[in-house]
C-alpha cells in the first residue's frame, strides 16, 4: 500500500510529475489547479484523486496497450489527459512518469477558490458551492475542460499547478477507487478526510442483463 508521504516537490518543478502516479496522487491534494478559458480564470484546491498505471492495471485505461484515445498516457509527464465518459461527461487527468510506461492521475474533486461566479454559471445544478466540483465530471464542467483541452501541456496557456498548501500526511485518507469494473480494490483513491467537497465513494455495481420476451 502507498503511504502518504510529506510533501517534498513543488509543482512547478519537472520532477514533480516525474513520478509514479500512485506517488505523486497524495502530493496532488491541496495543491491548486489553474484553469485559463477565454471566459475567464478557474482555480480549485484539490481535494480528491485517484491513480492509475499502466499495462499492470486493468482499471487504467492503458490495460490493454496504447490506442488512439489513451496515446497522451504513454507520452511524456507533464501533460493532460482529456476523456469523454458515460456518452456525456468529461474526466480530466495529470500525466505522470516516467514516460516508457502509461500512468495518470484522475482529479475527482476539488473546492473551487477563484472564479466562483463563473463556476457557478457552469454548474448551474449545484445546490452549493461545495458541489461545484465534487466529482469529476463536475470539476471538468466547472473548470470549462471538454476534449479539445486533450493533450495541453501542465504548465501551458490552459493549465498551470500551483503549490497551494499542501495536505498534512494525517489528513490524508486512501481506499479503493470509486465506480471501476476491475481493480477496485486497489487503494489509489486518497481524499482529504472531513472535507466538504470530497464526492461520496460509490462502488461499481455490476449491470444486470435485460430478459427479452420470447
Do not use: K
Not at 516525474?18 to 477565454?38: H, N
Not at 478557474?42 to 499492470?56: I, K, P, Q, S
Amino acid at each position: 500500500m502507498t503511504r502518504p508521504q510529506p510533501a517534498t516537490l513543488d509543482p512547478a518543478d519537472p520532477c514533480f510529475l516525474d513520478r509514479p502516479s500512485p506517488t505523486v496522487a497524495p502530493d496532488l491534494l491541496g495543491r491548486i489547479l489553474v484553469s485559463e478559458r477565454p471566459e475567464g480564470r478557474v482555480a480549485v484546491r484539490l481535494t480528491e484523486v485517484e491513480a492509475y498505471t499502466g499495462l499492470d492495471d486493468p482499471a487504467s485505461h492503458a490495460y490493454r496497450g496504447r490506442t488512439a484515445r489513451n496515446a497522451v498516457m504513454f507520452g511524456p509527464p507533464g501533460f493532460v489527459y482529456v476523456y469523454f465518459t458515460y456518452g456525456m461527461h468529461f474526466c480530466m487527468n495529470l500525466v505522470t512518469g516516467p514516460g516508457t510506461t502509461a500512468g495518470a492521475v484522475l482529479l475527482r474533486a476539488g473546492e473551487i477558490v477563484e472564479g466562483v461566479e463563473l463556476a457557478r454559471g457552469r454548474r448551474r445544478s449545484a445546490r452549493r458551492d461545495t458541489e461545484l466540483a465534487q466529482g469529476p465530471a463536475r470539476l471538468t464542467q466547472a473548470l470549462g475542460i471538454a476534449r479539445e483541452q486533450n493533450g495541453e501541456p501542465l504548465p501551458g496557456p490552459v493549465f498551470r499547478l500551483l503549490p497551494g498548501t499542501p495536505a498534512a500526511p494525517e489528513l490524508i485518507r486512501q481506499g479503493p477507487r470509486t465506480g471501476v469494473a476491475q481493480g477496485a480494490d486497489t487503494p489509489y483513491r486518497f481524499w482529504l478526510d472531513g472535507d466538504p467537497t470530497v464526492s461520496p465513494y460509490r462502488r461499481h455495481v455490476p449491470r444486470r442483463a435485460s430478459r427479452t420476451s420470447q
